[in-house]
């Protein structure tokens, strides 16, 4: 499983701008869908199959994993109780990095989870709903290491090559700093005693270092660096979904924020090990300029 969060913002749009005129011919209404006493929270909102809501779903536990065909994950959860009160049937299928935003282009899907960042680049071919939490960077150590002036005192530090912190970690850490293409090399150089800590999306970092005695995991961006600004500006998570698609994102989006306030993706979070600070998205969505 290739694990990438925070990927440089061109990577996930490999862009297809195929959706411009929004939905393919064969949308429906959710309100048409809905049958007996169910009524949908919003009017007018189209998805590409009727009555379905139809999502693909990348693997990055605890956020979310397709787990052959039975999804779980904080995204799952959030998407399903969008799906139950807009009368909608959720459908899921696989997705990778490199094919959501193609996917939800071309009418295939109506949108995509697993931590996707909210980029300028990946706005050219979809829209985004509301942010749903932070994407974090993680710091794994034997050490106890909580910022990046404690990587600066290490011999061998790794991380994962395209993630948008990479450059700014070259910048402070020069050929200290060695990248792999994924979680899986990381971790075992880590574990092997290769490097002296594992710099990965905190989220993933939680979950793969639960068990494991004398590592602790921080979360680099409750102590931001200033020379990083993948932690200076925390890259806030959302759903990308049909560019133009105004009913869905404001379905999405109103769900998002009645969840956020509720209580619900907080407890989420925590009940998932992670820090409620994820939780605390800005006010106006921030998007990660164009590079």
Known sequence: MKIQTLKRSGVLAAVVLLAGAGLTACSSSSSNAASGDCTPKHQGVTTVAQGKLTVGVIDIPPFSSYNSGKPTGIDISIVNKIAKDECLTPVYQQATY?????????GNIDLAVGTIDATAKRLKAVDFSASTYLDGMGLASKTGAKTVADLEGMKKVGTID????????????????VTYPSSVELKADFDAGRLDADVDAYGVQVLQFKDAKGVTVS??????????????HSPEAAFPLTKGNDGLKKALSDGIESQRKDGTITKLLTDAGLTAGLGKVADTQYVVPAS
């Open 219 to 232: 979360l680099a961006n409750d102590k931001p660096d200033p020379r990083v600004g993948a932690i200076t």
């Open 98 to 106: 490199a094919d959501a935003v193609q996917s939800i282009s071309g």
């Open 162 to 177: 395209g993630y948008l912190w990479v450059e700014d970690l070259k910048k402070i850490l020069g050929d200290k700093l």
